[in-house]
């Protein structure tokens, strides 16, 4: 069945830093890819989305492009806040396009 | 504009018990989805709601179960509490005519099983 596969945290970067959080599916067909962001005692937010090959989603300085060669859509931020320490979670739509079938998450901590 | 509202937003259980969570869809949404999120996890899909109907359900047992009402509002209920069944349950609305882009989530029910 459809499932997303995320690297494991905790990732812990220093301010300004770069950050790569990788993320691989595998699904039938090519399912719409998102990116959520769940900050502490929070519900999920959508940060980014695409919905083909090819397709970058953006938002707040992050972004993630939807490689279907190689089945990954890796979140990425040139310059990290602190702001951003939360937890990502990657997920794609099920074929149905009915449920959102999520990563593990990845928890990001960000100091100054 | 309120979004999705969920209540409680805790509550603690014995096991055995049942328990039933409730959930508000943002204005305009007419359809319901509960997921549930173990600690240290990624939240799983329970199932959906649509024009009172379930419309799709998880990999979850039958002592989960749901209701939407006339107004699109929807209660998760569940039987025979388990240890294991201590998450956060989250609900998301959406609308057909939105799409996915406008699945919006609650902050959720902490639910913890002594």
């Known amino acids: 069945g459809d499932s997303v596969t995320q690297m494991e945290g905790p990732v812990t970067l220093s301010e300004e830093a770069f950050l790569t959080i990788n993320c691989t599916y595998t699904a039938t067909g090519y399912p719409s890819l998102f990116w959520y962001v769940q900050y502490p005692g929070e519900g999920l937010q959508l940060l980014l989305k695409?919905?083909?090959?090819?397709d970058k989603g953006s938002n707040k300085g992050f972004e993630a492009t939807y490689r279907k060669e190689t089945t990954s859509f890796h979140l990425e931020k040139g310059s990290v806040q602190v702001s951003d320490s939360a937890v990502y979670f990657c997920?794609?739509?099920?074929?149905?396009?009915?449920?959102?079938?999520f990563g593990k998450g990845t928890t990001l901590s960000v100091s100054s | 504009d309120a979004g999705v509202t969920q209540s409680p937003t805790h509550l603690i259980k014995t096991r055995g018990q049942q328990v039933t969570l409730r959930c508000s869809p943002k204005?305009?949404?007419?359809?319901v989805s509960w997921y549930q999120q173990a600690l240290g996890q990624g939240p799983q899909f329970i199932f959906q709601?649509?024009?009172?109907?379930?419309?799709q359900r998880g990999n979850f047992p039958d002592r989960f179960s749901g209701h939407q009402f006339p107004n699109y509002s929807s209660e998760l209920n569940v039987n025979a509490l388990l240890l294991g069944d201590s998450a956060l349950y989250l609900c998301a609305s959406s609308s057909p005519g939105q799409g996915y882009y406008g699945y919006t989530f609650g902050s959720g029910t902490r639910l913890t099983v002594v």
């Open positions: 709601y649509y024009e009172e109907e379930e419309r």
């Open positions: 997920a794609l739509f099920n074929q149905a396009g009915t449920a959102l079938i």
């Open positions: 695409a919905t083909k090959a090819d």
């Open positions: 204005s305009g949404h007419d359809t």
